[in-house]
Nanobody
Framework: QVQLEETGGGLVQAGGSLRLSCAASGRTFSSYNMGWFRQGPGKDREFVAAIDQSGGSIFYLDSVKGRFAISRDNAKKMVYLQMNSLKPEGTAVYYC?????????????????WGQGTQVSVSS
């Protein structure tokens, strides 16, 4: 059974930074592709960033390129999302997901496991 737990959310002013962490347990973490998604009030879950098993392939939502950075530490079974220059439209619950070996990095429905999410609120 895979378990994912996100931490690091909070309230920040526009222009500020937060670092989200996702702790994984339950299987060989280094073998699986991971991603971060977010879901704002009344909206669908939206792709934010993804990283492959080794960290060699990374993808971002266009609107966060240059401001957000995804990384992973396979020894610690952790995935991180560094978020800089945050904007009010970034207010959402942020989720860490595990899509195993398959699927498409930007499609939420192809992810097998999710954490409970962590709230990020950006004030203007």
């Amino acid at each position: 059974q895979v378990q994912l737990e996100e931490t690091g959310g909070g309230l920040v002013q526009a222009g500020g930074s937060l670092r989200l962490s996702c702790a994984a347990s339950g299987r060989t973490f280094s073998s699986y592709n991971m991603g971060w998604f977010r879901q704002g009030p009344g909206k669908d879950r939206e792709f934010v960033a993804a990283i492959d098993q080794s960290g060699g392939s990374i993808f971002y939502l266009d609107s966060v390129k240059g401001r957000f950075a995804i990384s992973r530490d396979n020894a610690k079974k952790m995935v991180y999302l560094q978020m800089n220059s945050l904007k009010p439209e970034g207010t959402a619950v942020y989720y860490c997901g595990d899509r195993g070996y398959r699927g498409t990095y930007f499609q939420a429905q192809t992810y097998d496991y999710w954490g409970q999410g962590t709230q990020v609120s950006v004030s203007s």
